[in-house]
């Protein structure tokens, strides 16, 4: 088993006819993800290489399958178009654009959650569930197929620790991108409870950054509900307060947010937190083996 | 993006909520015709981006014009540091606006709440200080209410935080409506923090915003073209500067190893790898994904343009950069702008291998190899200590 996609996914690509959608979805179908549709307003009828391309996502839904849908869209038409996704039948919605203003995420957020509708990101790599499917970004060259289940905030430092887990020989079930804005559809708690139901994972590595409580949150989760070990990562620890890293999301206000705020409510409740994606790898080969 | 005060004040006004008239001015002429034309006595106020700025001397009440030309003349210039030790900040900028009789002083804000997903309205009937200085002498004389996400503030949730809050009677009526409209004011236009401190009562028995601090998502500002110039003014360090012009996302630190890596939480990463080398980050800079080699040569120009910088350390790991790309711009940029500073240089991932034949067929003198992010931080940490 995996996470949130496998074997059955049957995906379509809102955005899939433009330049970024069209070769990472590619990119995913070429990994062996079933992509059933894209989803371009007044080009349906089209194709992209064989991808049937319709008006609507619900129109994927009902003639192509669909059940996941992955958003490519310009920040500005994301919202609307992970709306349209939450609509339209879909399970699980997993949304890469970076940018998206946070007042659209604010109902958006609310409206996946009334309907059951999981949704991953937005600003995110993707998930990659090794050997099934790969929906997003992440380049899966980096990975195998392991026990070890990934859950970050951050797109390549995912990608530094998933292959020091290779290098060291172990592997990954699945690696969810939760994505590094303010207001995510998804956070380390749901993505934590998911690995904790999912018997193909041993392990959870967990990597966070500054900005708002969603690690810590997830610290007292992990003491209350998560049975197998987890290992955490937290980057920002030279970060200055007040200023935005990169990520919408990475800032530290006033005195909340800090990395060593994160690190300490984590080891707080007995999860091990390396200084570096390195020893956090290490740390999380070594737990494992002596499971 | 933060807004200074005025411009804060310009919003509020444009929603329909109650401030000072005051003006704008950058020049000492400018702010005594602004104190002119509202009359005395008028608060002449430095316009910067941190709190404090009474007690650091920037606010000054002038009874005449002659008094307005000599605050604006101490003002205007002056480097005005945070209560945190933010800054300094040299005032570029004064509003002048018509004093205010204040009767009684409040608190209130919206803001973001991350954790609860929904933005929360906070009401004081004790303003004029610090909201943790409230929230720590009087927990419960700061009222905290969560607002529908899919719904807003209306009247009746406004009313009962008011009541909740303990506001005088007599202005209970009127901010009942004004904590509809600052939500509706943070909703339209893009506001995740909106404070107001202190909202007061005058000696008219009207509730005023008497100041204004108000934070932009940066992501919605396609959304407000209006706002779009007064962006520059936060800027103030040059290299900043430059790389806002260049479209990278760069933040200025205070040490001399200068710092490129791909993707945010990587580059992160790599600052605090390097600090545990004992080294001192002289700034993040996220190359994000998909950089170009142009990309890389703008990018180690912003660098390079900053002279505390003595070594660079370049770690990036390529999912859809590619090391080649990544390689071309190194050995481009190098000879463009006659590097010399010793470079490391840690390439993983997508086409590395070729970037680094690229790099090695280069011959760069200045170029140092390290195969691991650890590694490269103490290579680099060792030559920015060897050129002291």
Redesign the interface.
């Known amino acids: 088993m995996s996470i949130i996609i496998d074997n059955d996914t049957k995906l379509v690509v809102s955005g899939l006819t433009g330049r970024e959608g069209s070769f990472h979805g590619l990119r995913n179908r070429a990994y062996g993800t079933q992509v059933v549709a894209g989803v371009t307003p007044g080009k349906g009828g089209a194709d992209v290489e064989g991808i049937p391309v319709f008006d609507s996502i619900a129109e994927s839904v009902e003639k192509a399958g669909a059940n996941t849908s992955m958003i490519f869209v310009p920040a500005r038409f994301a919202g609307d178009a992970i709306n349209e996704a939450i609509d339209s039948g879909v399970e699980t919605v997993i949304a890469i654009t970076e940018g998206i203003p946070v007042m659209d995420m604010l109902p958006t957020y609310w409206r996946a959650r009334e309907k059951g509708v999981r949704l991953i990101g937005p600003n995110c790599p993707g998930v990659l569930s090794p050997n099934k499917a790969n929906v997003g970004i992440i380049p899966a060259q980096f990975f195998d197929e392991g026990r070890i289940g990934v859950v970050s905030k951050s797109g390549t430092l995912t990608y530094q620790i998933g292959n020091e887990l290779k290098q060291a020989g172990e592997g990954n079930s699945s690696i969810v991108g939760i994505g590094g804005d303010p207001i995510v559809g998804s956070d380390f708690i749901d993505i934590l409870t998911l690995f904790e139901a999912d018997p193909d994972t041993d392990l959870i590595v967990m990597v966070g950054e500054i900005g708002g409580d969603a690690e810590e949150r997830a610290a007292d989760f992990i003491a209350e509900k998560i049975t197998k070990p987890v290992v955490a990562y937290i980057a920002g620890f030279t970060a200055p307060p007040g200023k935005q890293m990169g990520h919408a999301g990475a800032i530290i206000s006033g005195s909340s947010g800090t990395a060593k705020a994160k690190q300490e409510a984590l080891e707080a409740k007995g999860v091990r937190v390396g200084v570096s994606p390195t020893e956090a790898a290490e740390i999380a080969v070594e737990t494992l083996r002596s499971l | 993006m933060d807004l200074l005060e005025y411009q804060g004040k310009e919003l509020f006004a444009r929603h329909g909520l109650p401030v000072p008239e005051g003006g704008h001015a950058a020049t000492i002429d400018a702010a005594v015709e602004a104190a002119e034309s509202h009359g005395y006595p008028v608060a002449v106020k430095a316009q910067v981006l941190i709190g404090g700025r009474g007690k650091a001397g920037g606010i000054k009440i002038a009874q005449n014009a002659e008094e307005a030309r000599e605050h604006a003349d101490a003002i205007l210039g002056m480097d005005i540091t945070g209560p ?1 030790g ?1 800054g300094p900040f040299k005032v570029h900028e004064l509003w002048v606006e018509a004093g205010s009789q204040i009767e009684s002083e409040f608190y209130a804000s919206v803001i ?1 709440d ?2 609860a ?3 929360m309205v906070m009401l004081s009937r004790m303003g004029g200080m610090d909201v ?1 200085a409230i929230a720590e002498s009087d927990p419960d004389a700061l009222v905290k209410e969560h607002v529908d ?2 719904n807003g503030l209306d009247a009746t949730q406004a009313e009962a935080i008011v009541a909740k809050a303990k506001i005088p009677a007599e202005a209970a009526d009127q901010v009942a409506p004004i904590l509809v409209k600052l939500v509706e004011a943070a ?1 339209a236009e ?1 506001a ?1 923090l909106i404070e107001v401190n202190p909202l007061i009562v005058n000696s008219d028995g009207q509730v005023v915003l008497l100041d204004a601090k108000v934070s932009i ?4 500002m ?2 407000h073209p209006e706002l779009e110039g007064l962006e520059a003014a936060e800027d103030q360090d040059e290299q900043e500067k430059m790389a806002k012009e260049r479209g990278l ?1 760069y ?1 200025s ?1 205070d040490g001399d190893i200068g710092i490129l ?9 790599t ?6 080398a004992g080294g001192a ?1 002289a700034n ?1 800079l ?1 190359a994000g ?1 998909g950089s170009k080699a142009e990309a890389i040569i703008d990018a180690l120009e912003v660098i390079t343009s900053n002279p505390d910088v003595k070594a660079i350390l370049f770690n990036i ?4 950069t590619r090391g080649d790309e990544v390689a071309k711009g190194i050995i481009e940029a190098t000879r463009k702008i006659g590097l010399e500073l010793p470079l490391v240089v840690r390439l ?3 086409n590395s291998e070729e970037g680094l034949a690229l790099l090695g067929e280069a011959g760069l003198s200045n170029l140092h190899h390290e195969a ?3 590694g490269a931080a103490k290579r680099v940490v060792e030559l920015a200590a060897a050129t002291n």
């Open positions: 945190h933010e973001l991350r954790s997903k929904k933005l943790e996400p899919l909703i893009d995740t998502d940066g992501n919605a396609y959304r996302t933040v630190l890596g791909n993707g945010a939480g990587l580059c992160m990463s600052l605090d790898v390097v600090a545990q980050p993040f996220d994904g790991f390529g999912g859809i993983d991932g997508t691991t992010m650890i």
